[in-house]
């Protein structure tokens, strides 16, 4: 009974985590799904060169920027995914937050290069206004997803990941970019970001394969640990009693036959010489 209470807990600890892994997944995905769909657009409007097209390219930034915020706020029940320990609240401010510091760097900037440099400190440098401003998560890891007292995966990524911040980066630069004080510099902030999420997809198929071999490990653990609640289960028809349905069966065709000694029992009671004169 001990063994059998152990893998239900156990198996209840991972349908949670894979809960939570399958959140985190899905999240992972659609970033990539964003990242693709912008870049593959995002060179198309920089050859393209005409007003129009640049001020398309950074409403386009700013919307996959809305999207990737969105999904590293996603939540499990009540837990955000992407918050380390601090789960009650989404890891990230609203991109508004972002866009509001990084153009002010542009616009404070005298050329392209320095303000390439202030977003770049402004976004990764310990202590910078992305962690002070805009990443609301923790700063430890998040828990470890437990099934076992043997058995564990990674903790969840944060927002505030290198990977992360590099998209986020990447698109604010193109976003902003009408902000700088020339053309040449726009197209210096466009081409900077784009280069940024050239890179970044490559990290986020990689995260997404880590998910993807981590939620495989855990179907297989519960295929596991459900083989070992069957052989249990049979054990314990062993040590304590018949097979249930054998048990009904039998128990169903001794009730048949009570009822029909009883019948015959009751048709003996009324026997009487009147009865058989009749």
């Known amino acids: 009974e001990k063994a059998s209470a152990d893998i239900t807990r156990q198996r209840g600890?991972?349908?949670?985590?894979?809960?939570?892994?399958?959140?985190?997944?899905?999240s992972v995905s659609v970033i990539r799904e964003t990242l693709l769909?912008?870049?593959g657009t995002a060179r198309n409007s920089l050859a393209q060169?005409?007003?129009?097209?640049?001020?398309?390219?950074?409403?386009?930034a700013s919307d996959a920027m809305s999207q990737v915020t969105a999904a590293l706020g996603r939540r499990q029940g009540t837990r955000h995914l992407f918050s380390g320990t601090q789960t009650v609240g989404v890891p990230l401010s609203p991109p508004a937050d972002i866009a509001a510091g990084v153009n002010a760097l542009i616009a404070g900037s005298p050329?392209?290069?320095?303000?390439?440099?202030?977003i770049d400190a402004y976004i990764n440098a310990p202590g910078g206004g992305f962690e002070t401003d805009i990443y609301q998560g923790s700063v430890e890891d998040g828990p470890r997803l437990h099934v076992s007292d043997?058995?564990?995966?990674?903790?969840?990524?944060?927002?505030?990941?290198?990977?992360?911040?590099?998209i986020l980066q990447g698109?604010?630069?193109?976003?902003?970019?009408?902000?700088?004080?020339?053309?040449?510099?726009?197209?210096?902030?466009?081409e900077e970001?784009?280069?940024?999420?050239?890179?970044?997809?490559?990290?986020?198929?990689?995260?997404?394969?880590?998910?993807?071999?981590?939620?495989?490990?855990?179907?297989?653990?519960?295929?596991?640990?459900?083989?070992?609640?069957?052989?249990?289960?049979?054990a314990q028809d062993k040590l304590l009693?018949?097979?249930?349905?054998?048990?009904?069966?039998?128990l169903q065709s001794l009730e048949g036959q009570l009822e029909a000694s009883y019948t015959v029992t009751g048709r003996l009671g009324s026997l009487s010489l009147a009865n058989f004169l009749r």
């Open 13 to 26: 600890m991972g349908d949670l985590a894979s809960a939570r892994l399958n959140g985190a997944a899905g």
């Open 37 to 39: 769909g912008f870049n």
């Open 49 to 60: 060169g005409q007003e129009n097209d640049l001020d398309l390219l950074t409403l386009n």
């Open 111 to 118: 050329d392209a290069a320095t303000a390439i440099a202030d």
């Open 150 to 166: 043997t058995k564990s995966f990674d903790p969840l990524p944060k927002g505030d990941d290198p990977l992360f911040r590099k």
């Open 171 to 190: 698109l604010s630069l193109v976003a902003s970019s009408g902000n700088a004080t020339t053309r040449d510099d726009q197209i210096a902030l466009i």
């Open 193 to 234: 970001g784009l280069g940024l999420l050239d890179t970044a997809v490559e990290g986020v198929l990689a995260m997404e394969s880590r998910l993807g071999s981590a939620q495989q490990s855990l179907e297989r653990t519960d295929s596991v640990l459900q083989t070992e609640a069957s052989l249990i289960a049979a």
């Open 241 to 250: 009693g018949r097979d249930v349905f054998d048990a009904a069966a039998e």
